[in-house]
């Protein structure tokens, strides 16, 4: 079983920023990868960015490519999302997420309890 706790949410005026955390608890083999969704209200969940565990790779939706920054600390399984120039339409609650391997054949899915972040314009 593998515990995520994200925090670092809150409230912010339009073109501020904020860092979310996530640190990764629990006994695994390894993680595959980390990353974070959101859901608006009255949305669809949305996928945000993601961040490879084996190598450098980062992906990023296309809504928030260029404000917003995934990265890890592999030493402490953390993941953190750097969300600059904010908006409005950013309100959401933010959802940790990672894949872990827990034996050599079964991958498995967690996710956090999430972290609100509201965009005032």
């Known amino acids: 079983q593998v515990q995520l706790a994200d925090s670092g949410g809150g409230l912010v005026q339009a073109g501020g920023s904020l860092r979310l955390s996530c640190a990764a608890s629990?006994?695994?083999?390894?993680?595959?990868?980390m990353g974070w969704f959101r859901r608006a209200p009255g949305k669809e969940h949305e996928w945000v960015a993601t961040?490879?565990?084996?190598?450098?790779?980062?992906s990023y939706a296309d809504s928030v490519n260029g404000r917003f920054t995934i990265s890890r600390d592999n030493a402490k399984n953390t993941v953190f999302l750097q969300m600059d120039s904010l908006k409005p339409e950013d309100t959401a609650i933010y959802y940790c997420?990672?894949?872990?391997?827990?034996?050599?054949?079964?991958?498995?899915?967690?996710w956090g309890q999430g972290t609100q972040v509201t965009v005032s314009s």
């Open positions: 997420t990672g894949r872990f391997r827990t034996t050599i054949q079964n991958e498995v899915r967690y």
């Open positions: 629990g006994r695994t083999l390894s993680t595959i990868s």
């Open positions: 961040i490879s565990w084996t190598d450098d790779r980062t």
